[in-house]
């Protein structure tokens, strides 16, 4: 499997694919690969010829520093788990964070009308100006035909779609499902640093998730929130940041329902000092 760390290379083998009237399907990650992220590289090598997937850790999307230092790189073990989804058909950009920023890792600067605001807007002040910059730019040099990115970060997806549409990038961005454990919980690369009693009762968020989506077909938004609050505030070990009901297009909360339109429940909760996202669609 060839594994790139210069722009420059991975440009030139795109450019050899394109030029052998090659499709490029592109999976942005940030490493610590599970099977949540080798489903969306099997989409890819479904729709395309061949899988371009970066593994980057993004400086300019953690507005927590312990959390940057924190987070999982196990490069070797990622590129032996994508080796075993396809041996040739699969392209490895992991570049530094130099070869990607220069010697100032900023992020630029971002108006996803109204949609960086929302849920994990919030709580994460620049988080999206981060994830827009590095995907732009990934975009820029990949030139891929289609991206795939996961629906967890269900935000994120809008977002994304939201900067190829205002920036007129010529990419077609795919969405894909939630992949859970058995248990339900939603995979996740922070997984692997919870502590035992907490991975436990951790399936707990989405068993809510799916009984708050069972409530919202004949209670109020606000009904729901307030069981998900009391539920969690009975949980003892999770703690919950928000859980907030918002229009899937805008992601704005709910005030009232509508028949026209569609609902999604978003969720962030503290399992001691590691953060967890997840979300459901309710209609």
């Not at 927590?64 to 070797?76: C, F, G, I, M």
């Not at 704005?252 to 509508?258: A, D, G, L, Y």
């Not at 028949?259 to 996202?277: E, G, H, M, Q, S």
Request: glycine share 4%; net charge positive.
């Amino acid at each position: 499997m060839e594994i790139y760390k210069e722009k420059q290379q991975i440009k030139q083998a795109v450019n050899q694919l394109k030029a052998q009237k090659q499709s490029i399907g592109l999976v942005p990650t940030m490493g610590a690969l599970h099977e949540g992220h080798l489903q969306l590289v099997k989409k890819a090598l479904e729709e395309n010829d061949t899988a371009i997937v970066s593994i980057f850790v993004n400086p300019t999307q953690f507005n927590n520093p312990s959390d940057l230092e924190k987070y999982p790189r196990t490069l070797e073990n990622d590129v032996r788990l994508l080796d075993n989804v396809s041996a040739n058909r699969i392209l490895v950009y992991a570049p530094t964070v130099e070869d990607v920023y220069g010697k100032n890792p900023v992020s630029e600067q971002f108006d996803f009308d109204g949609l960086e605001y929302e849920m994990e807007g919030r709580f994460r002040q620049g988080h999206f100006d981060g994830v827009g910059t590095v995907v732009k730019r990934f975009f820029e040099i990949v030139k891929p035909h289609n991206a795939y990115f996961g629906e967890k970060d269900f935000q994120q997806l809008q977002i994304i779609k939201k900067l190829v549409e205002k920036y007129h990038i010529p990419v077609n961005v795919v969405g894909c499902k939630i992949q859970r454990d058995p248990d339900g919980l939603a995979m996740s690369s922070r997984n692997t640093r919870l502590k035992p009693e907490y991975r436990k009762v951790a399936p707990f968020i989405y068993k809510t998730l799916k009984a708050a989506k069972k409530y919202f077909g004949t209670e109020s938004a606000n009904k729901v929130t307030e069981w998900v609050e009391k539920e969690f505030a009975k949980n003892g070990l999770l703690e919950l940041e928000y859980f907030i009901i918002s229009e899937t297009e805008t992601l704005k909360p709910v005030k009232r329902k509508s028949n026209k339109k569609n609902y999604r429940a978003f969720v962030a909760v503290y399992a001691d000092d590691i953060r967890l996202i997840d979300n459901i669609a309710l209609n």
